[in-house]
């Protein structure tokens, strides 16, 4: 359902992008680094909007790479420690032990 949300968003989203581009055709004075140029009013428009996007979305990749490597070393490393299973295993069975003790000694009360 949340994909189905983000992608009706961002449906939204490119088609008011799309409406007020083509509302702005005149063209416009355009100064890049190198100099200067004229271009529609759209275009400018459209490809910040492209950069925009391409920008967030590669940071979004790095972050989302970065973190996938970060959990498979976990995974790992949490497969490579038996310790830590056994404890965990311990642990519970010690939890369970002494919730049947206090079961047993509060039905001894009644």
């Known amino acids: 359902m949340k994909g ?5 968003l961002a449906f939204i989203f ?9 509302i702005n055709v005149d063209p416009v004075q355009v100064n890049y680094l190198f100099g200067t140029g004229e271009a529609p009013l759209i275009l400018v428009i459209l ?3 492209l950069l925009g996007g391409l920008a967030t979305a590669s940071v979004g990749a790095l972050r989302y790479y970065k ?5 498979s ?3 790992s490393a949490a497969a490579a420690s038996p310790e830590h299973d056994t404890d965990k295993d311990r642990n519970v069975s010690d939890e369970k032990e002494a919730a049947s003790e206090e079961e047993s ?3 001894k009360v009644t």
Do not use: G
């Open 73 to 75: 070393r976990l995974k």
């Open 67 to 71: 973190l996938k490597r970060e959990n």
């Open 105 to 107: 000694s509060s039905s």
């Open 47 to 49: 490809i910040s909007v």
């Open 4 to 8: 189905q949300s983000y992608l009706i």
């Open 14 to 22: 490119a088609l008011v992008i799309a409406i007020f581009a083509v």
